[in-house]
């Protein structure tokens, strides 16, 4: 091994040896987070998407070519990118890879500079970059790249060594920069998170021995292995395994990419989708292969192409049934070579262009004319998401609080919306920086499709925005009446400490409720209706209305009613409002108008 190069192979690993560790040190890092609560996702988010873009490098096997690579890196962090820290180290990701993309191999004077472009890239992508984070650990880290490059260094291990260690010491000192960390005494989780990253890349230089293989588990946290069994015949929906390679005449753009594998979706299933700037591997079950097909040549010329009758093959299989009655998955023979097909799940992670939906059931899209106006919202809870709908949204990504959306997520949700335009309300402040990079990410749209996003921080300033919605009115002034809105709105959320820590001089024990509001913690205390009263009490003031109370799905109707009449009693100039949200984690989520 050189000490003084990086090769494409070894650049690979030493991204998937990252991505690991990053992987392994996520629940610690989720600890991290300021305040104590139990969607303390920052480990989460960082680590769904950089999984994102290892399942994409890992896809490529043993490619010698840089430009691949960096391509697999930077598309799939981009599109896996959930909540701001996951959107921040994507940016991160792909300032670094347009440097490197152009190397046959790197020195440390190419990293140096790809380093400066990661930061670069990254502060741009934060309209008001806050010290003391992320953004300051990944600054530190390219000072001393650029340090050592200066200094004539040529050992990447010493590069390696005196980065990791510069930018620890600059982690150390994030509570001093932001002193909500140092009172609930941590350093700044994000900036931990890219450590992990870069230690691991060091062990991937250095040859240690991990495990690469990336899993879906790995990818989706949570998701669950399936028994296999065997598959009747009549449940096989889609007859034709079709698989195919396009030679593509240019490279396919985002807006290319959603709408091909829309269009897969809507002939079949099990959709594998995996492209490069030269090539487009599709893998369709159908019941008519040529529609695929005559769709693929939009795009180029067709190679490697392969049909095979599922239904045929499942009567095959039937003559392979074990003594004991169990079943052995055998792998047909197609023209001398073994092939097991992959499939896929609803809600599994699958390589570039295809999506993670993150909704529990299929979201029903109204059919009709083309709209000049449709919208796109966030929220977790049923009640939520019936009011949302009820209020004219087109379609609900379930997430939020307890799950950010990825940036693929927002786009697949916005290209099933039939409107000239797509506003999407986040409803969340960790999921704006994710949504805006959507919007980016569809500038490009050969239909002309406009995603605009009002940067609501919570489901309170959703419903709000989307009720000063005026149909007739202008776009431009439509946006500008939303947007205002969102200041109209107070939210209060009430919800569980999960570990002992001290916020803005408020201590907190564990399993404390905290009702907690858009500046800082607003009420603890060991009854869930006090610490709601509690929080609204600092939450009004003389000028504001209307008072509005989601219960949760842990919260039973009888006890919201009891909160409801105790703050008409105490506020009887203001109507209260009482919904069921249904939402998950937060027992009341309160909003003052």
Known sequence: MSNNAIDAKMLSKMFLTGAKNLDA???????????????????????????????????????????????????GSLRGARGNSGVILSQLLRGFTKV??????????????????????????????????????AKGAAEKAHELSMEGCDDIERFCNEVIDYAEVVLSKTPDMLPVLKQAGVVDSG??????????????????EIDLSITEEDVTPGARSKAKEPQKETDIKFGYCTEFIVLLNKPLNVKQEIDFKGFLESIGDSIVMVADDEICKVHVHSNDPGLAIQRALMYGQLSNMKIDNMWMEHREKLFHENDDGSWSEIQTEI???????????????????????????????PVGPRKDVGFVTVCAGAGLADIFRGLGVDYVIEGGQTMNPSTADILDAVAKVNADT?????????????????????????????IVVVPSKTVPQGITAIINFVPDAPLDANISSMTESLSTVSTGEVTYAVRDTVIDDVTIKQGDYMGIGDKGILGVGSDIADVTYEMLEKMMSDELEL???????????????????????????????????????????VSCE
């Not at 920052?42 to 690579?69: F, H, P, R, Y």
């Not at 920086?433 to 406009?450: H, R, T, V």
């Not at 219960?551 to 008409?568: H, N, P």
Request: proline share 4%; glycine share 10%; hydrophobic share 35%.
């Open 25 to 75: 040190k996520k629940e610690w890092i989720n600890e991290l987070n300021v305040f104590p609560v139990p969607d303390g996702d920052t480990g989460t988010n960082m680590t769904m998407t950089i999984m994102s873009a290892a399942k994409e490098v890992q896809g490529l096997g043993d490619t010698t070519d840089m430009g691949a690579i960096c391509k697999a890196i930077s598309s």
């Open 100 to 137: 490197v993309k152009e190397q046959d191999s790197v020195n440390v004077r190419v990293l140096s500079e790809a380093f400066d472009k990661a930061v670069e890239t990254a502060y741009k992508a934060v309209m008001k970059p806050k010290e003391g984070t992320i953004l300051t650990v």
């Open 191 to 208: 900036g931990q998170g890219l450590v992990q990253v870069l230690k691991g890349a060091r062990d991937g230089f250095l040859g240690k």
């Open 335 to 365: 023209n001398g070579a073994a092939e097991l097909t992959p499939t896929y799940s609803k809600g599994d992670d699958i390589p570039l262009g295809d999506r993670v939906d993150m909704n529990d059931s299929e979201e029903e899209v």
């Open 422 to 450: 797509v506003v999407v309300l986040p409803n969340n402040k960790n999921i704006i920086l994710a949504a805006n990079q959507a919007a980016i990410m569809s500038e490009d749209s050969e239909d002309g499709k406009k």
């Open 547 to 589: 008072i509005s109370v989601y219960y949760g799905d842990e919260v039973k109707e009888s006890d919201a009613q009891g909160l409801k009449d105790r703050i008409m009693e105490r506020f009887p100039t203001c109507d209260v409002e009482l919904q069921y949200g249904g939402q998950p984690i937060y027992y009341y989520i």
